[in-house]
């Protein structure tokens, strides 16, 4: 079974209809790359997923769970689900260990000397142990999406959705970042990205979802489709793009 | 001088007080009338130049007439050391007397039961200073800016005692008598005084004059029995 | 001219009533302070009523003159039958005050605080109380600081007027002593620096405290 | 026995009012007189200048109104210079008014971006030129909410004007509490009135703020 | 003679030296484009030329003149300088129209009417004719930056300082913005850019300068510098951002 499911997914805000019809699913240990024009519904899709946005129609099932916006719910769905936001929002008043071990201490009940040794091990894996202490302001833009990728997975999801993680970050912090991404693909985390990263999404990625106007517009294998569109529009976002 | 002022100006201002029955109190029109506006009205007139009335309180009328913002203090004014010091006064005009007034359940007789009691008073008046020098130190003294307020504290409820005019207690019975303060003992005899600027002997001289021309055509107690329905003591003035 | 040396017997006049200024505004910040966050935090998040309730007790007292508000609950209450002592009143009634007005303030504090960083906490599974107290609150008061340190001095400054029913604060010293010596401008210059003074001081005490509640902040 | 009724109270309450209304009108003509004379001085970036600028601000801001007033009604007489209680309260007012003016308008200035200063600088814009054509346009814009908030804070200011015996709203209302000993019914009307002034200006407030943030 | 020149220029801010003794020369018609990592000095360069920082040693001269802070000399520069930001910096109150013409009349004391024809033939050039008398907040930040160089152009500069000026927009708006660059070197405009879009640096430009640590750590053709850096720096520089 899909460890992702959306089934006809349609999503409003207000009058302005931007999921129409949703059908995607995810299976453990992919590598999604969602692509498309700004606008085009990439970042409410993600929301979806995880409870932070409503739909009005259809269903959305993560590991055969419902998913839908209620307060226990979305708590419930937290403890599978990690999510990485564009512009990390670490919490400034807290040290790096002191943001990831925040969750395991009061979500998960856990001690703070087992959390703290999660926290070690988890800045280790993105290759920030010596950061333990600073605050995350004192850090470069690349040093704190890993924290915040370090954050996320203290949780031990099963899933992690990142929304454009790399697009506020100087093209030459890009590359520690990805490099975190592919890191965790090889050990098997199922990925659901937003990015413009082609180079990324060919090479590490599994699949690449095309949307445009509210729809999956194309999806396939991503080496295949990348280098060869079937739709004008994805021809034309490609040619823009790269 | 001032008088010399006066007169150039052709018109007096006079201090008095717009909340201090039956002193100084307002209408419906909300302008003051009362013993010290009939006396003011006197005094302007018999000087034959037009009267400006200032409304004072008790706390800022000594410094009303220390900054020249007026002639005279026609304010129920009563005389003491301290103030002597700071500006001159005239004969008496009208006659008062001070005391604790308030509720018929607060049992105190004399100003030795004041021990431990609190007494609304206004800040700066005659009686203020009489309970500074002579109540118990354990007295609690609340001062309120003027009149107005210490009667409404204990109206309100606020104090139960209050020190103030024989005249003022009176007035109060009559406009709530059911909230009448009972005379508890009285703190001084203290007539009304006009005051005025320091070293002005020629201000001071006329006004003597006047004064005494009141008292000697009845003028003088007609003021008395129209506000306070009842003539002037025996030998006032004298 | 002046004669200042007429105000040194009344030394120790000046000085209780410093001390009362004092004792008032540090108790009136503390509880004014503890209401406005509480307010603060129905109207942003609570329900509609409590939202209701808190909007039309700060629209209230911000657009009245405390003076007002003073006499009212010191004149008026007790005739309802409610009789505080003007100590109490004052404090009271400055309590309402700088509540009303820090509502305000906290809640564009809470306001500052970006959607992303109250996603984040969601996202990791945390309770809403969970967030606001440990994600919210301590950035939010940190933005809005430096304007609750001027209301809570506005409020101190505002409080001369309790003079007027006979609390026994610094501008009632100035008062009483004016009234015995009759020295209006020397007590009231005398009065108004120590009024500066104090203002000095407490926005000086409350950058020590933020220092301290805020110290990442130094760690940069 | 002179009895008040209803009607007496409020109709010279209403008449006070007049005299509240009159004294903001110009305590506030007068302290944004003041503020701008003293935002045009702080501009000039001279060191003495704003110096002085910042010391008249904490001067005024860190004294009581009360005390302001007290000040400019016997101080100043006692210096020599006759003022009214009506002079005395506009003058201090306009002290208090000017002093926060000053400092909200700086704050208005500094809202805006400084990429605005130096794309003005690299088109060759005067300092003057800047100011006229580029900054105060839009500090104006961005000023107008909070000045408008702070003309509540002056109306609620001009009662203190009553402890100095200036006859207002809030005097009346506490001699016409001391005429008719009715202080609940009183002091809330005299609050009443006071809110009916300042809520629309309020109101009015929030909503310039609010269309100023949608334009932005 | 070149038409820049900068000779051992040493800026710092405070105690940080930020740049550590600058020498370079740009002639009239050359496209530089200054690339390296964040805070190696690149748009401080960029500043001291047109007179926006100070320096504290070295020179600056400008077709001759030399460089100062100084309120009038810094206008006399804007006359031959133009320069254009990473977030556009429009004037938000005046239309498009009225964001180009202002340098034109109160500087250069053109009537209106004339103005107005330059400003209509700049947005001719930039592709937004029709947007003369929109507001900027109506335009995408593509077209924003575009009218900025309208507005530059209006001046008639020399040399045109661009920092950064694509790194705010959306990917797909930066085309747009890059074909008007392109244009403009065509025309032999003297273009000097700090930017990220190393394809646009070897395909538009005539130099490349890398900076490091506050100098200027390796220069030369564009082509052959990107492709055969010299030093392990800017290979390091070129590996993390293609
Ligand atoms: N909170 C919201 N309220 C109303 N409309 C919204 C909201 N969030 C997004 N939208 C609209 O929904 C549409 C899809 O937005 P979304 O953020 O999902 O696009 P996106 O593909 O992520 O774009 P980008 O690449 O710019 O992030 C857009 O038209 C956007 O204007
Ligand atoms: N106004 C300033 N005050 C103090 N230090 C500054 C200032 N502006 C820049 N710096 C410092 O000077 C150094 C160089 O900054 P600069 O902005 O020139 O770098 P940059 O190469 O343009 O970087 P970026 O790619 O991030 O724009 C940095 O270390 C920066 O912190
Ligand atoms: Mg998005
Ligand atoms: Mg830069």
Redesign the interface.
């Known amino acids: 079974m899909s460890l992702v499911n959306l089934h006809q997914v349609h999503k409003y805000y207000g009058d302005h209809h931007v999921l129409k019809g949703i059908d995607l699913d995810i299976n453990a240990g992919e590598v999604i790359s969602i692509i498309g024009k700004s606008g085009s519904g990439k970042s409410t899709l993600l929301r979806c997923i995880n409870g932070l946005e409503e739909y009005q129609q259809g269903g959305i099932t993560l590991d055969g769970n419902e998913v839908t916006t209620e307060d226990i719910q979305v708590r419930r769905l937290a403890l599978s689900v990690g999510m990485i936001f564009q512009n990390f929002n670490l919490f400034p008043h807290m040290t790096v260990g002191e943001n990831i071990m925040l969750a395991p201490t009061i979500v998960l009940k856990k001690s703070k000397a087992e959390a703290a040794d999660i926290a070690k091990a988890m800045l280790e894996k993105v290759g920030l142990a010596e950061k333990f202490d600073s605050y995350p302001e004192k850090l470069s833009g690349g040093q704190q999406q890993r924290v915040a990728i370090a954050r996320a997975l203290a949780m031990s999801p099963k899933v992690l959705l990142c929304d454009e993680i790399t697009s506020a970050l100087d093209p030459e912090l890009v590359g520690e970042v990805l490099k975190v991404l592919e890191q965790l693909a090889k050990e098997g985390m199922t990925l659901i990205l937003v990015t413009h990263e082609m180079n990324f999404a060919r090479d590490v990625g599994s699949r690449v979802v095309f949307m445009h106007k509210g729809k999956v517009w194309e999806q396939g294998d991503s080496k295949t489709l990348l280098s060869d569109p079937q739709t004008d529009e994805l021809k034309q976002f490609i040619g823009a793009v790269l | 001088d001032v008088l010399d002022d006066i007169k150039e100006r052709q018109t007096i201002r006079i201090a008095v007080p717009q909340d201090f029955p039956p002193f100084g109190s307002i209408g419906k029109d909300l302008q003051p009338q009362g013993i010290d506006v009939d006396m003011a009205n006197y005094i302007a007139k018999e000087m034959g130049v037009k009267l400006k009335i200032v409304p004072v309180t008790s706390a800022n009328r000594i410094p009303y007439l220390q900054t020249k913002k007026v002639d005279l203090v026609i304010s129920s004014l009563g005389k003491n050391p301290e103030r002597e010091k700071a500006i001159d006064f005239s004969t008496p005009y009208a006659p008062f007397f001070l005391g604790v007034f308030g509720d018929k359940k607060v049992m105190v007789d004399s100003i030795s039961d004041l021990a431990n009691k609190t007494v609304g008073v206004t800040r700066g008046s005659v009686e203020d200073l009489e309970l500074e020098k002579n109540a118990p130190k354990s007295v609690n003294v609340r001062r309120f800016e003027d009149n107005n307020t210490t009667l409404t504290a204990y109206l309100s409820g606020q104090v139960s005692l209050i020190a103030t005019g024989n005249l003022v207690a009176t007035e109060i019975a009559k406009r709530q008598p059911n909230k009448a303060p009972e005379a508890k003992f009285m703190l001084k005899d203290s007539p009304c005084y006009i005051g005025m600027a320091e070293g002005e002997v020629a201000l001071q001289t006329k006004v003597n004059e006047l004064i005494q021309k009141a008292l000697a055509s009845g003028e003088l107690n007609a003021i008395s029995m129209k506000w306070l329905k009842a003539p002037l003591p025996k030998g006032f003035g004298a | 001219?002046l004669h200042f040396s007429d105000l040194l017997q009344y030394t120790d006049v000046f000085f209780s009533g410093l001390m009362t200024t004092v004792e008032l505004t540090l108790l009136t910040t503390i509880l004014g302070i503890a209401l406005g966050t509480s307010c603060a935090a129905t109207r942003q998040y609570g329900h509609p009523i409590g939202q209701r309730t808190v909007t039309v007790y700060v629209?209230?007292i911000?657009?009245?003159?405390?003076?007002?508000?003073l006499?009212?609950i010191?004149?008026?209450?007790?005739?309802?039958g409610l009789?505080l002592?003007?100590w109490q009143a004052s404090m009271i009634a400055l309590t309402i005050n700088l509540g009303a007005y820090s509502t305000e303030i906290i809640r564009a504090g809470l306001n500052s605080i970006?959607k992303?960083?109250i996603?984040?906490a969601?996202?990791?599974?945390?309770?809403?109380r969970?967030t606001l107290t440990?994600?919210i609150f301590?950035?939010a008061f940190?933005k809005i600081y430096p304007a609750l340190t001027s209301q809570c001095?506005i409020v101190m400054?505002?409080?001369?007027?309790i003079?007027?029913?006979?609390v026994?604060d610094l501008?009632?010293a100035?008062?009483?002593v004016?009234?015995?010596?009759?020295r209006?401008?020397e007590s009231?210059?005398v009065?108004?620096?120590l009024?500066?003074g104090l203002?000095?001081a407490l926005r000086f005490i409350f950058n020590q405290i933020g220092k301290r509640l805020?110290a990442?902040r130094e760690?940069? | 026995m002179i009895q008040f009724s209803n009607y007496d109270i409020i109709s010279n309450l209403l008449y006070a009012t007049q005299w509240t209304i009159l004294l903001s009108i110009a305590a506030f003509i007068g302290g944004t007189s003041v503020a701008l004379l003293l935002t045009a001085a702080r501009l000039t970036r001279n060191n003495v200048v704003q110096k002085c600028v910042h010391f008249y601000v904490e001067l005024f801001q860190g004294t009581p109104l009360l005390m302001q007033m007290f000040l400019c009604f016997f101080g100043l007489s006692m210096l020599g210079y006759e003022i009214s209680a009506w002079g005395a309260a506009i003058l201090s007012l306009t002290l208090f008014t000017s002093a926060f003016l000053v400092e909200i308008w700086r704050g208005c200035i500094d809202t805006l971006p400084k990429g605005q200063w130096e794309a003005s600088r690299c088109l060759g814009l005067s300092f003057l030129q800047t100011l006229r054509h580029i900054i105060l346009p839009q500090a104006i814009r961005v000023a107008v909410a909070p000045t408008v908030g702070f003309s509540v804070q002056v109306i609620k200011g001009t009662a203190l004007a009553s402890i100095i015996g200036f006859v207002e709203l809030t005097k009346v209302g506490t001699m016409l509490n001391n005429a008719t000993f009715e202080p609940f019914k009183v002091f809330a009307l005299v609050a009443l009135i006071y809110f009916v002034l300042c809520y629309p200006l309020s109101l009015y407030s929030k909503y310039l703020e609010k269309k100023f943030h949608v334009s932005r």
């Open positions: 001219m629209e209230l911000r657009n009245t003159p405390f003076i007002v508000q006499f009212f010191f004149f008026g209450l007790p005739s309802l009789k002592s003007p970006p992303g960083q996603e984040a969601k996202v990791l599974g945390m309770t809403f969970q440990r994600i301590t950035p940190e001095i400054l505002g409080s001369a007027v003079s007027q029913i006979s026994e501008t009632y100035a008062n009483l004016q009234s015995r010596n009759f209006a401008f009231y210059l009065t108004a620096f009024y500066l203002a000095i805020f990442y760690a940069r």
